[in-house]
T-cell receptor, first 110, second 114 residues
């Protein structure tokens, strides 16, 4: 069975500090991994996906198949990064049938 | 990208009644999905809405409880039938769109069942 685990429900860091949101997955095949973000009063939106290997809003995430992890990182947090972050997995090609983690609420303190 | 609207945005319903949620997309899309987010929980896929055929339901979800229609490539409805307080959730519509096959989400429908 596919499963995505985000061990931290809440994460609070100070502005300018590094941020790491953890995501671990279980899937026997080759998954596609995503990070979605939901800012206050906005809809869920894609932040980044591992196949793109790009940095969005200063965030990066590397798929580590050995550790089955896809942690989201940003070297210097900004207040506007405060949001709910969801890690998601797709077992099919593309972004079909996403399995989501529980989510991590990130708060950046001034 | 795709712009998705949902109606209603929220509703409070009595147990035993049914509610139909509409999802409208601003462009034709092949794949549409319905998710549920129970209070304090993550998103769970209910079903894939297929145009011209019956929806494909995930384990734990059945057509009698969550009938879905998909009359064309821009519209779908999800009905929550014979509601109970356990059905209180946010229901989200999503579509697969764009050259990168990105999944876009609607704003959600917040349902409270008394």
């Amino acid at each position: 069975a596919q499963r995505v685990t985000q061990p931290e429900k809440l994460l609070s860091v100070f502005k300018g500090a590094p941020v790491e949101l953890k995501c671990n997955y279980s899937y026997s095949g080759s998954p596609e991994l995503f990070w979605y973000v939901q800012y206050s009063r906005q809809r869920l939106q894609l932040l980044l996906r591992h196949i793109s290997r790009e940095s969005i809003k200063g965030f990066t995430a590397d798929l580590n198949k050995g550790e089955t992890s896809f942690h989201l990182k940003k070297p210097f947090a900004q207040e506007e990064d405060s949001a709910m972050y969801y890690c998601a997995l797709s077992s099919l090609g593309g972004a079909q049938k996403l399995v989501f983690g529980q989510g991590t609420r990130l708060t950046i303190n001034p | 990208s795709a712009v998705i609207s949902q109606k209603p945005s929220r509703d409070i319903c009595q147990r035993g009644t049914s509610l139909t949620i509409q999802c409208q997309v601003d462009s034709q899309v092949t794949m549409m999905f319905w998710y549920r987010q129970q209070p304090g929980q993550s998103l769970t896929l209910i079903a894939t809405a297929n145009q011209g055929s019956e929806a494909t339901y995930e384990s734990g979800f059945v057509i009698d409880k969550f009938p879905i229609s998909r009359p064309n490539l821009t519209f779908s409805t999800l009905t929550v039938s014979n509601m109970s307080p356990e059905d209180s959730s946010i229901y989200l519509c999503s579509v697969l769109a764009g050259s990168t096959d990105t999944q876009y989400f609607g704003p959600g429908t917040r349902l409270t069942v008394l």
